[in-house]
């Protein structure tokens, strides 16, 4: 087995982190504070190229594999969860529909800008109803006689859903029901700007408070039918899908989280004079910090495997499901000593390691909670 990394998957890592170094990391507790998404920056990692690694060249991308997006999606994790939030939703809620399910004009249309990060797209699926139970969504689409469609409902916790550089929403609604009345459900793409649509930002948050979370509401929202996407009636098995990709992202988020707050407790022991020596050197820090250090490693290699495992093309939804709850339980674990080793400082906002400790906390909810990974997981194997 080999688990060196590619060279062009060392010059991604080694980019971005130095970007997230440079430009992130110097403005990340001001746009934490603030509650601000940044244009700017958004604009600046579309500059730098991460959110068309996994799209194709002829559509403006870079054409890479999933293993170098999740490296990238990692490292801005490592400085910031809110810029990792912003790529990672982008990609695998934005542009990945988009490339996996798109027709030859819709993926035309709208690939190169998002690629460039010339526009994202929100992905809307959660309702205020209808979470981990995504099949109970109440958004509706009726066709009408001239064969367009209105849609009519809302979403919640939407990611990229209304900032400056939103260009649309793909979302799921039911677009009929059989005879026993189970609902068929249709993906369909609203830019922005269509009448009867509109976007809410979200405020107050806990965590990720610089990224853009939004509510979503569709009055008498009319789109033609080549706003379908992909095919009528396959927005359920189109959903499902984007999230088994999606969850290594939100595993990559967690990895790179903790990997954040592990190099935060650390350079902390090593300074922290306590009874005449660094925290460091005393074993019950000592060990957190190398507790740490093997959870992290192992999430890094499961992870890894797991893009590897969709790479090649083989099965690999158990795996994501495994990869999203383990990084994201060591996220939680990490950040937790982190603060811990840091004492009452890691309580204040003064230190990063406290927007470490907020920011993991939406990993075991986001793109399906811990609970349904286990559920998942648990099918798979044959429960």
Not at 20 to 39: G, M, Q, R, Y
Not at 93 to 115: H, I, R, S
Not at 279 to 290: E, M, N
Request: hydrophobic share 40%; with cysteine; proline share 3%.
């Amino acid at each position: 087995m080999d688990f060196e990394l590619s060279d062009a998957q060392k010059d991604i890592r080694d980019t971005v982190r130095k970007f997230a170094e440079a430009k992130i990391k110097p403005l990340a507790h001001e746009l934490d504070e603030k509650e601000e998404f940044s244009v700017e920056l958004t604009r600046q990692l579309g500059a730098l190229g991460v959110f068309g690694l996994i799209v194709p060249e002829e559509f403006g991308g870079s054409g890479l594999d999933y293993t170098s997006y999740c490296i990238a999606v990692e490292e801005l994790a490592r400085v910031d969860g809110s810029q990792a939030a912003t790529v990672a939703a982008g990609v695998s809620l934005g542009v990945a529909p988009m490339l996996y399910f798109g027709t030859d004009e819709q993926k035309k249309q709208w690939l190169p800008k998002l690629a460039a990060g010339e526009q994202l797209f929100a992905f809307g699926l959660t309702e205020p109803d209808a979470g981990s139970d995504s099949r109970g969504s109440r958004t509706k689409a009726v066709k009408n006689a001239d064969g367009t469609w209105t849609i009519d409902g809302s979403k919640i916790f939407i990611t990229n859903g209304s900032n400056e550089l939103t260009g649309g929403v793909i979302v799921q609604a039911v677009s009929d029901r059989n005879a026993n009345g189970d609902p068929e459900f249709t993906c369909f793409i609203v830019p922005k700007g269509t009448p009867g649509f509109t976007a809410k930002r979200m405020h107050k948050k806990l965590m990720w408070r610089a990224s853009d979370t939004a509510e979503l509401y569709f009055d008498k929202v009319t789109v033609p039918d080549s706003a379908i996407l992909g095919k009528r009636g396959t927005g359920s098995r189109q959903m499902l899908k984007t999230l088994d990709s999606g969850r290594l992202s939100i595993a990559a988020m967690g990895l790179g989280c903790a990997q954040g707050a592990y190099e935060l407790a650390l350079a902390y022991a090593q300074k922290r004079v306590q009874f005449g020596k660094p925290l460091s050197r005393f074993q019950a820090i000592s060990f957190k910090l190398a507790d740490m250090a093997m959870k992290i490693e192992h999430a890094r290699v499961f992870l890894y495997k797991a893009c590897w495992l969709r790479d090649t093309k083989q099965p690999f939804g158990k795996e994501s499901a495994m990869a999203k709850l383990y990084c994201s339980e060591v996220a939680q674990w990490v950040a937790n000593e982190a603060v811990q080793i840091h004492g009452g400082y890691g309580l204040m906002k003064e230190f990063d390691v406290e927007r470490f400790y907020r920011d993991q906390r939406l990993l075991q909810i986001g793109e399906g909670t811990s609970e349904i990974q286990r559920l998942v997981i648990s099918r798979a194997i044959g429960c």
